[in-house]
């Protein structure tokens, strides 16, 4: 296991995320325990604070130099993880929006946006920028939520339901 000032660059190899993933699991593990002791705006407040924070550090010198940004992974991995259970808390302002109709319109294509937008805007390429990003993200919602009608839906449809009555494993 390499400690997180040892991060090897574009290493390959896993164990350098040891300590973070263990502090994530670490995190969850209080957060099940005590989860109503914190609030959303606290959680997303204080991650957000934490990772601005950290960045702002790395960019002045402060700590390091901007080049080394990435070994502060052990501190930007449990502050980005507080923000992403701040948004998906039940009953929190980020899940209401994130329940608002074109947002789940969006979110039901977003694997087939991401697979056509790129040929998308490769076609468009040739026009003026203030009229190609424009058409180029109608394009891509367009065909994606076409892909995802045509092809997602009725794919999803031929999966075979889960077996019933059989016993669990333990």
């Keep these: 296991v390499y400690l997180p000032t040892e991060t090897p660059q574009n290493a390959l190899n896993p164990t350098w995320y040891c300590i973070t ?11 099940a325990r005590d989860q109503m002791a914190f609030s959303s705006r606290t959680l997303v407040s204080v991650g957000l604070i934490g990772v601005v924070g950290v960045v702002i550090f790395y960019k002045l010198a402060l700590v390091g130099n901007s080049s080394e940004l990435a070994r502060a992974h052990v501190v930007l991995g449990p502050m980005w993880a507080l923000v992403t259970v701040g948004v998906y808390m039940p009953g929190s302002f980020w899940t209401r929006l994130m329940s608002h109709p074109v947002l789940v319109w969006i979110g039901e ?16 390429a040739g026009l003026p920028m203030y009229l190609g990003v424009p058409a180029g993200v109608a394009a891509s919602l367009v065909v994606g939520r076409l892909g995802y009608l045509l092809i997602e839906r009725p794919v999803y449809a031929l999966r075979q339901p889960p077996l019933s009555g059989l016993p669990l494993p333990r």
Aim: avoid cysteine; charged fraction near 0%.
């Design 21 to 31: 993933f263990a502090s994530g699991i670490l995190a969850a593990w209080i957060f």
């Design 109 to 124: 294509a977003s694997f087939s946006i991401y697979l056509f937008h790129y040929g998308l805007l490769a076609w468009l």
